[in-house]
């Protein structure tokens, strides 16, 4: 089996307002958020890849357009957005686009990380 992965970064904002009042994630805050899209294939396609790293501009665009800097309650119209659910969405949107995705990973900060894999 290959496997390739690309990493992409954007900075956000959430809340998760049905935690506790005292849980420091109850309250407006920040991350700089890390994004990395795992691609895999039994064989390579006739360039010799998984995917193109250039092919995977789509999700660049959608990462800088709608969610860099963007306040992800807001932009999702719910407040239960966590590093587990991101990492659905995006494997979900990514899969529609290229059927080789296999994982999708989100940091929030240098020592946590969610996974998707189905």
């Given amino acids: 089996m290959y496997r390739i992965t690309k990493e992409f970064h954007f900075s956000a904002s959430h809340q998760l307002c049905r935690l506790q009042g005292d849980h420091p994630c ?17 064989t390579l396609n006739e360039n010799g890849f998984v995917v193109d790293y250039l092919d995977l501009a789509p999700l660049r665009a ?5 969610l860099d800097h963007r306040h ?10 966590t590093s ?35």
């Fill in 72 to 81: 992800l309650n807001e932009v999702f119209g719910h407040d239960m957005v």
């Fill in 62 to 66: 959608l990462i800088d357009d709608r």
């Fill in 26 to 42: 109850a309250r407006m805050h920040g991350h700089n958020y890390i994004v990395e899209v795992e691609l895999a294939a039994e």
């Fill in 84 to 118: 587990e659910w991101l990492a659905r969405w995006i494997f979900d949107w990514c899969k529609t686009r290229w059927d080789q995705t296999s994982a999708v990973r989100i940091s929030e900060t240098p020592k946590t990380w969610a996974e998707y894999r189905p």
